[in-house]
């Protein structure tokens, strides 16, 4: 439930706040569409106006009915990629109407979501997660890791993506080969392309993705060795050019060890990416001197947009989405003059 709002009298206070609250709201408006946001901030303005008329009594705005809600609105030319940590998300989080209402709300304003830490032994939970999302009239997908993980508490990695915008490149996922297991568990990889360019002549954007969730008590060992599995899957993925690591990494931007050290490396993130607001531990990493569409990249503090206690957003998860937004477009990388060609699928 959101929190309670403050009624406000019938005192035509509009006649002399209204100009300046209008220069106020374009500024806003402004801000959001810069830096991405305005998609996220319009979805929830809209389950705002659906839900008008829908209030209790004291005021307080019923949770969204998703069913209820058309397709997320998003723009064209922009594909917004997206890593988020579910924390332990299995069958007690999926059988929470409420949690499952807002984690759809969540993903719906992606478009692929790269999904860490799912403990299901059943494929049940996601299988709910994916119906909730497309109850909206979306049309999502999702593909699933191996349960993975040296002890009984394993875990899978997801992509969620919406199929009306984006491909999976058929033959493309798999587990990192880990033979000697230096990992607790193995990255998952999957290449997409944009359905769609939008300037004549180009080609739709392509990328592949890393989907990592560090061992807290051996990231030292894992990020020396991320290093190598990042120039591996490149090496392997010869006719890509587009490659993004994400997940919970569990160190800072600045900790990043030899996978760091790679020239041109860079997590996108700089703000906190726990509820707790103290840590900056989900990336998304690029090597900016070839993926050159990215745009611009943050944090969905839902929290604060869906106007949650800290109690009801650590039941959604202890962990904050991080999201990049890329040029539908493909580019060369930076001093090459031609573009490559399509990417074959493999």
Same mark, same amino acid.
């Given at each position: 439930?959101?929190?309670?709002?403050?009624?406000?009298?019938?005192?035509?206070?509009?006649?002399?706040?209204?100009?300046?609250?209008?220069?106020?709201?374009?500024?806003?408006?402004?801000?959001?569409?810069?830096?991405? /946001?305005?998609? !996220? @901030?319009? #979805?929830?303005?809209? *389950?705002?106006? $659906?839900?008008? +008329?829908? =209030?209790?009594?004291?005021?307080?705005?019923?949770?969204?009915?998703?069913?209820?809600?058309?397709?997320?609105?998003?723009?064209?030319?922009?594909?917004?990629?997206?890593?988020?940590?579910?924390?332990?998300?299995?069958?007690?989080?999926?059988?929470?109407?409420?949690?499952?209402?807002?984690?759809?709300?969540?993903?719906?304003?992606?478009?692929?979501?790269?999904?860490?830490?799912?403990?299901?032994?059943?494929?049940?939970?996601?299988?709910?997660?994916?119906?909730?999302?497309?109850?909206?009239?979306?049309?999502?997908?999702?593909?699933?890791?191996?349960?993975?993980?040296?002890?009984?508490?394993?875990?899978?990695?997801?992509?969620?993506?919406?199929?009306?915008?984006?491909?999976?490149?058929?033959?493309?996922?798999?587990?990192?080969?880990?033979?000697?297991?230096?990992?607790? /568990?193995?990255? !998952? @990889?999957? #290449?997409?392309?944009? *359905?769609?360019? $939008?300037?004549? +002549?180009? =080609?739709?954007?392509?990328?592949?993705?890393?989907?990592?969730?560090?061992?807290?008590?051996?990231?030292?060992?894992?990020?020396?060795?991320?290093?190598?599995?990042?120039?591996?899957?490149?090496?392997?993925?010869?006719?890509?050019?587009?490659?993004?690591?994400?997940?919970?990494?569990?160190?800072?931007?600045?900790?990043?060890?030899?996978?760091?050290?790679?020239?041109?490396?860079?997590?996108?993130?700089?703000?906190?990416?726990?509820?707790?607001?103290?840590?900056?531990?989900?990336?998304?990493?690029?090597?900016?001197?070839?993926?050159?569409?990215?745009?611009?990249?943050?944090?969905?503090?839902?929290?604060?947009?869906?106007?949650?206690?800290?109690?009801?957003?650590?039941?959604?998860?202890?962990?904050?989405?991080?999201?990049?937004?890329?040029?539908?477009?493909?580019?060369?990388?930076?001093?090459?003059?031609? #573009?490559?060609?399509?990417?074959?699928?493999?």
């Amino acid at each position: 439930m959101a929190r309670k709002r403050p009624k406000f009298t019938a005192i035509p206070f509009g006649r002399f706040v209204g100009p300046p609250l209008s220069i106020v709201l374009l500024i806003v408006a402004g801000y959001a569409a810069l830096t991405g /946001r305005l998609g !996220f @901030v319009m #979805s929830l303005l809209n *389950r705002d106006l $659906a839900n008008i +008329g829908e =209030q209790t009594e004291t005021g307080q705005t019923e949770i969204l009915n998703t069913s209820a809600a058309g397709p997320t609105i998003k723009s064209p030319d922009v594909l917004r990629v997206a890593t988020f940590n579910i924390e332990i998300f299995g069958k007690a989080k999926s059988e929470n109407p409420e949690v499952m209402n807002y984690l759809a709300l969540i993903l719906r304003q992606f478009d692929v979501i790269a999904v860490q830490e799912i403990r299901s032994a059943e494929r049940t939970p996601v299988d709910a997660l994916l119906q909730r999302i497309n109850a909206s009239g979306d049309q999502y997908q999702v593909v699933l890791s191996e349960r993975l993980g040296r002890t009984d508490s394993k875990e899978q990695y997801a992509y969620f993506w919406d199929a009306t915008r984006v491909d999976l490149i058929q033959g493309s996922v798999y587990l990192v080969n880990d033979e000697q297991d230096f990992m607790h /568990r193995e990255p !998952f @990889v999957a #290449s997409f392309r944009s *359905r769609r360019s $939008a300037a004549p +002549g180009s =080609q739709p954007f392509s990328f592949t993705m890393i989907n990592v969730h560090t061992d807290p008590d051996e990231t030292t060992q894992e990020l020396n060795v991320l290093d190598d599995v990042f120039q591996s899957v490149r090496a392997y993925e010869f006719s890509e050019d587009d490659f993004i690591l994400v997940g919970d990494l569990n160190v800072e931007s600045n900790e990043l060890g030899e996978l760091g050290m790679i020239h041109a490396i860079e997590s996108l993130n700089r703000e906190k990416t726990n509820t707790a607001g103290s840590r900056c531990i989900d990336h998304i990493i690029i090597d900016r001197s070839v993926t050159t569409e990215w745009m611009s990249a943050g944090v969905i503090h839902y929290e604060r947009d869906l106007q949650l206690t800290r109690e009801q957003a650590d039941l959604i998860s202890d962990h904050r989405p991080v999201w990049a937004a890329f040029d539908i477009n493909e580019h060369a990388p930076r001093g090459v003059l031609a #573009s490559r060609p399509t990417t074959a699928a493999r």
